[in-house]
């Protein structure tokens, strides 16, 4: 079955610090994998989207990464702000007979809190 | 482009109701998708168009939810009637094609509360 777990649940940390959120997939065959940031009371946003071809990508202070072998892939948040607060939810698109009948399977995210 | 509109932003109805939910999807985009995401499934999807054309509905819960696309400005999501286990917050979202890498545009949802 395609699942997309993503860890940790939940994360608090002071605003200036760094973090990286974890994201686990066995959606296979394999087509893309996208992090979205959803803002309190807002629609998800992309960040990135990354083929199999890809190890890192970056959106400004988020770097994205990619392990096909692996299946997995992380966010790291560099020198986080208040307005980083969100959800962060990992989407993986499978090719052909992976994911919903869109092809995409989600993770139901991680909830992060940027404190003062 | 104002992106993708959705209204109402908030909906708190009886249950029994009928409710119906709107969207606009961004202009030349081909395709538009309907989601619900709740804090135990996270989002899923229920519905997609393309080119204002039903593609699958395989994600839609019951009789009792129906989607519509009468031109390609315009989708409503109708449930009737509605039941408490509706609660949760429904999105539209639109891509400008059907690429593997196609971004995927969201609006900002509807908050649904059937009492």
């Known amino acids: 079955k395609n699942q997309v777990e993503q860890s940790p649940q939940s994360l608090i940390i002071l605003e200036g610090k760094n973090c990286t959120l974890q994201c686990n997939y066995t959606v296979s065959p394999f087509s893309n994998l996208r992090w979205y940031k959803q803002d309190t009371g807002r629609g998800p946003v992309s960040l990135t989207i990354m083929t199999f071809s890809e190890n890192t990508k970056s959106n400004g202070r988020y770097t994205a990464t990619l392990d096909a072998d692996t299946k997995q892939s992380s966010l790291h948040i560099t020198a986080s702000q208040l307005s980083d607060s969100a959800s962060y939810i990992c989407?993986?698109?499978?090719?052909?007979?992976?994911?919903?009948?869109?092809?995409?399977?989600f993770g139901k995210g991680t909830h992060l809190i940027i404190q003062p | 482009d104002a992106g993708v509109i959705q209204s109402p932003r908030h909906e708190v109805t009886e249950m029994g109701q009928e409710v119906t939910l709107r969207c606009k999807p961004i202009s030349g985009h081909d395709y538009l998708f309907w989601y619900r995401q709740t804090m135990m499934r996270g989002l899923e999807l229920l519905i997609y168009?393309?080119?204002?054309?039903?593609?699958?509905d395989s994600g839609m819960p019951e009789d009792r939810f129906s989607a519509k696309m009468p031109n390609a400005s315009f989708s409503t999501l109708k449930i009737q009637p509605s039941e408490p286990r509706d609660s949760a917050v429904y999105f539209c979202?639109?891509?400008?094609?059907?690429?593997?890498?196609?971004?995927?545009?969201f609006g900002s949802g509807t908050q649904l509360s059937v009492l």
């Open positions: 979202a639109s891509s400008l094609g059907g690429d593997a890498n196609e971004k995927l545009f």
């Open positions: 168009f393309n080119n204002n054309v039903p593609i699958d």
């Open positions: 989407v993986v698109r499978g090719d052909g007979s992976g994911g919903g009948a869109d092809g995409l399977t």
